[in-house]
Every structure is written in structure tokens, then in C-alpha cells.
């Protein structure tokens, strides 16, 4: 049996700001729809790239024809670096962009997470201009500043809990 070439094989790390990204970017059989970059919670509180909700986030929008790119945060599993606070982790992000934006040139790029990797998806997806569409999963609200995301005009979709 011959496999289909438009099927890709996951990528299974990235480069970095501070080394390696552990990662898996899991591609549809056919051209994608857009393609999400997917942050996982909080590092120092167990998150990680195979966290639940990521998981099943991951696998619904590659149902929906979406190409996902989840990774593990700097210091987290096989990921090169240390825990940096939050801003770190966003620069982690923005790589994460890059590799989703040369992978799949024109292709409409989504920023999402779930809770603090929902906080790392918005500030980051606010900001660059190649973001189109942004998704958070019960985002902290309570702990990190939301302020340029509430001026943003980007369309944004949040699931949380009460």
C-alpha cells in the first residue's frame, strides 16, 4: 500500500530561542483548513504537550481538517531550557509561529491553549499580525494580565467551565 503524499509525518521537535522544542505536529490528509499552534498549562504544575484537554483539543482539529502543532514549553519533557517566568515561554510560542507559518505558507494561522498555555496563545496571537484567529480553553483570568487581548479585534472563541 502506497501512502498518501499529502500526508505528512509529524515533526517531532523544533528549534527554539534556548535550544530543542519537543513537539508534534500532526498534519490532515489533505490541505489543511488553517493550521493551530496549541499551548499546553502551566509548566510548574504538571502541563505538558500530552496534558488531557490538549490532546483532545489536538485530535478534534485535525477531524476539522486542521494542521495542529503542540509542543512542550522550555524545561518541559525532552524541551531544552528552564521555566522562564512566562515570557519565555512566549518567545517558545512565537517559534512555534515560525514553523507553522514556513510549513504551511498562506495557510491562516491559529493561536490556542488551554489555561496558562491559553494566556501564552493570546498575548502572542494579539501581537502578530499572521494570527488570524484565536482560541482559548479555561484561560486564567484571574492570574495574568488580559488587557491587550481585550483590545485586540481578532476573533477569539473561549470554552470555560464556571
Partial sequence: MELNPLVRSPI????GPVGTLEALFEHPTDSPRAVMIFGHPH???GGTMHTKVVYRAAKTLLELRCAVLRFNFRGVGASDGQWDGGLGEQDDF??????AAATYPGVDLWAG???F???IALC???SDPRITTLLAIAPPVGRYDFTDVAKSQKPMHFIHGE
Fill in 12 to 15: 517531532r521537535q523544533f528549534p
Fill in 43 to 45: 509548566p510548574l504544575h
Fill in 94 to 99: 512565537v517559534a512555534g509561529i515560525e514553523l
Fill in 113 to 115: 491553549g488551554f489555561s
Fill in 117 to 119: 498555555g491559553a494566556w
Fill in 124 to 126: 502572542c496571537g494579539v
